[in-house]
């Protein structure tokens, strides 16, 4: 378990490349630094576009000769495919246009140049999109209105408006929650990710919540089921205080119900 002030929302990446001992090298930088999740891996440009479609991830580590298709034409595949997604280039090859490469991706960087050079991009790139809001909230039933406040505030400051009702919703079950089972003070924490928004109520409680039927006589009574409906992934992280119940709602679209 983890201290609250050490819970970070890892980098979720997508290393793309035909070369398994390239992929291994940079798997271990990665786990090596710490911050990053693997999301997938993926040793052709079918299986990148395929992976990046589905897992949305934060950065895609792209080789650019891969055996059925290469150059140009695997970026622009991979950038179509998730637009909010970044893409750092790790190529053998310097070629003469690199211009072009540099222009649309986040970054290049050669295969002989240090890894550490690499992950430092990785993370240059992804951090510094990242925002947060952050609101402590008593014990009390009134604090589920503060915190959908707290959202509507937070998605208007980011351009994110349509996103209210869903993150409403997803806000109320997980404050209601922590009143109903943690019996505790509580922190909402708001998230601006390249793709997602994530939410997260952190509170003193224990357990793990599981979802229920729902319920018309309380507030957020939908259960989380209602939260996975909505959300893209939601899941627990256990905490030295007690927990982190947090959803991800994808900025287009929510997940449906």
């Known amino acids: 378990m983890t201290d609250d002030a050490e819970v970070e929302i890892p980098i979720r990446v997508l290393l793309v490349d035909d070369a398994v001992d390239v992929r291994r090298l940079v798997r271990t930088a990665l786990r090596f630094r710490g911050g990053f999740e693997l ?32 150059g140009r034409d695997v970026l622009t595949q991979v950038r179509e495919a998730a637009p909010a997604t970044k893409v750092v280039v790790f190529s053998g090859a310097d070629p ?6 540099e222009e649309r991706a986040a970054g290049y960087v050669l295969k002989n140049d ?4 690499l992950v430092d991009l990785l993370v240059s790139v992804v951090r510094p999109q990242r925002a947060v809001a952050v609101l402590d909230l008593t014990q009390d039933l009134g604090s589920v209105r503060e915190a959908r ?35 505790s003070s509580y ?8 793709s997602t928004i994530r939410i997260e109520v952190r509170d003193g409680g224990a357990g793990t919540p599981e979802p229920q039927s729902a319920s018309p006589t309380r507030e957020g009574g939908r259960g989380l089921l209602l ?17 982190v119940v947090w959803a991800e ?3 287009g679209v929510a997940a449906s119900a």
């Open 39 to 70: 999301s997938g891996e993926a040793s052709t440009a079918a299986q990148a576009v395929e992976l990046v479609t589905a897992l949305q991830p934060d950065v895609v580590v792209l080789d650019l000769g891969l055996p059925d298709l290469a």
């Open 96 to 101: 003469d246009d690199r211009s072009w490469y």
């Open 227 to 243: 939260v996975s409906a909505l959300s893209v992934s939601w899941g627990l992280e256990q905490t030295r205080e007690g927990k």
């Open 249 to 251: 709602l994808a900025h």
């Open 149 to 183: 406040s707290l959202v509507r505030r937070t998605l208007a400051q980011w351009d994110l408006a349509h996103l209210d009702d869903e993150a409403s919703l997803v806000v109320s079950e997980l404050a209601t929650n922590a009143l109903n089972h943690a019996r």
């Open 114 to 117: 240090d890894l550490d050079y």
């Open 187 to 194: 922190q909402v924490r708001i998230y601006h990710n390249p």
